[in-house]
């Protein structure tokens, strides 16, 4: 048994392990080790096509955790308020967009964004003003991010709504007890005992968006996102610049999730 | 202090015809009652007998479905529960987790407009822990506190607000019973001290008894009976009051007549006793269900044999189980004809040719005013 736990492990974990290892690979090859130097990471970080994805994914991420984690709150306290059968449906339509696979995820919002792009483009063309130049709606930032929020909205919603399940009920009526009007209970007592949840949910919707390639290859339009770049880049080789540009991405993402563990956990324990 | 002489007339809490329904269920069905101010007025009753949601329709935690809820005067149906000048203690206190000590007691100060000046707060809150015992605690967090003092800092939080009437759902319950009774001698003088009308609601009669001033006994949605603690004990209005406040001893059967010096009722057994009703109790027809209620205190147990020369009622029975209770000792005599029968004897009678062994032929007896006929509502 322990040699099959063993051996599940060191697959799961050696590729990484040599991933990281080559990108502080000295020599050009990706496949041969020829001592350690920091060089690729300098020759990612100042390629301007890795630059310009990145900062395409840091907006694309940022973007999506916000929208994520305000829109699921919302949602969470609002679901929480429900009660039979419209919750019961609720529940499940969250549960199976967590369980839809990206690829179908990122199909379907394709067909939907093109189809409505189709309808929609000509309809302002002609209701445009004659002269200037009607705006044409295309995939972009935008189609990323909508289609992202989709999923990660679902996290963020399990999250917070499994927050306010354990949290006593009779606070929110001491607050009002004390004169406290709705909102201000929202934000003095509500808000402070669910926010270890909020931003959990902030960091796993921004890391799954930052790391997402198949949802994004099919919306992103023009956009390169990083995912995307390091795809296209493997096609004409593994370079250790790739490794480089993986382990960092590897790297903050770890960060990320070992925070939102550990704000998970620190108002648990009591 | 608040002056009585103006204030014994004041009413601060008032029910009219109040309902309260959940989907199917009648939780509080057509209450009325008054709360004089400054009173300690409790609502006594096993659980899901309405005490609960009582006390919430008082803190605007719930509306009524039908019927008009007073508070100092004013009609409050309709008003949410942070504009009414009631506070409460919640039974597992709800202090709020992420603040401290004085953060908690604080909150309900901070709540007013226009905001009062933190050094305002900070003083208020000082005094108030002092009232409660709890100096030097307000830095401390909440989890850290120990069950009564957490328990005091719930008052403190409430009572800082200077409320027209203090709610309390069964503020003692989780606590372990020595602590109770310091709580509750606590939470009597903490009364007296503010003059503030306290309403508690509870399932344990003995709290109620010890300390309040008036009782309301509920079953089902309905008031089955209120009064002071003295009054339900000694004149409860049916076997439910008799049976919820204090020890008794039933015997039931049917009212087969009744008379000026009282009513009698006919045992299963075949036997009848009589006994007199409560002044306060609707009188019982000839064939209805009724019982003879009397208190295990007030049977005297004699040796069978012993001469018995006066006019009090008396059965003859065997000893089966004897308990020593310190001041007491609880016997409990099997009886012919009249079922088991408990008697509570104290100390300063129980002579050594007076105490009885398992076994024992005895004979028990009342007088006739220590029986009360109760109906079986």
Known sequence: MRIYA???????????GIIVLFSFNAGRHASELRGLSIQWYGKALSNPFVADAF?????????????????GTAAALALQRLKGTVRVLFDGLIYISVMIPGIVIGIATLVALV???????????????????????????????????????SIVIILVRARIAGMDRALIEASMDLYATPWRTFYQVTLPQIYPAILAGFLLSFTFSFDDFIIAFFVAGANTTLPIYIFSSIRRGITPEVNAIGTMVLAVSLCLLMTAQFSLRARTNR | MVDQSTSSREIDIEFRGVTKRFDDVVAVDNVSLDVERGAFFSFLGPSGCGKTTSLRLIAGFEQPTEGDVFIGGNSVVGIPSHKRPVNMVFQHYALFPHMNVAENIGYGLRQRSPKPAKQDVDKRVDETLEMVRLSGYAKRRVWELSGGQQQRVA?????INHPTCLLLDEPLAALD???????????????REVGITFILVTHDQEEALSMSDRICIMRDGRIVQSGSPRELYDEPVNR????????SNFFSGEVVGSNGSGVTVKLESGQALTGIQPKSAPGLANGSRASIAVRPEM????????????????????????????????YLVATEGYGDVMVLSPKSIEHSDRSFVLDDRVALSWRPDAALVLGDA
């Open chain 1, 6 to 16: 063993i051996a599940v492990f060191l697959f799961l974990y050696v590729p990484i």
């Open chain 1, 55 to 71: 900062f395409n994914s840091l907006i694309v991420a940022l973007s999506v955790a916000v929208l994520s984690s305000l829109m």
């Open chain 1, 115 to 153: 189809t409505v792009f189709d309808f929609l483009n000509p309809l302002l063309a002609s209701i445009w003003p004659e002269g200037a130049k009607p705006p044409k709606l295309s995939m972009g930032y935008a189609s990323v991010i909508a289609a992202h929020t989709l999923f990660t909205m």
């Open chain 2, 155 to 159: 008052l403190a939080r409430a009572l």
């Open chain 2, 177 to 191: 019973r020595k602590l109770r009774r310091e709580m509750q001698i606590e939470l009597q003088t903490l009364q």
């Open chain 2, 240 to 247: 439910y009051v008799a049976d919820f406040v204090g020890k």
């Open chain 2, 299 to 330: 049977i005297s147990i004699k040796a069978a044999d012993e001469a018995n020369t006066d006019s009090s009622i008396t059965i003859k029975g065997q000893v089966m189980n004897r308990i020593f209770l310190g001041e007491h000792s609880e």
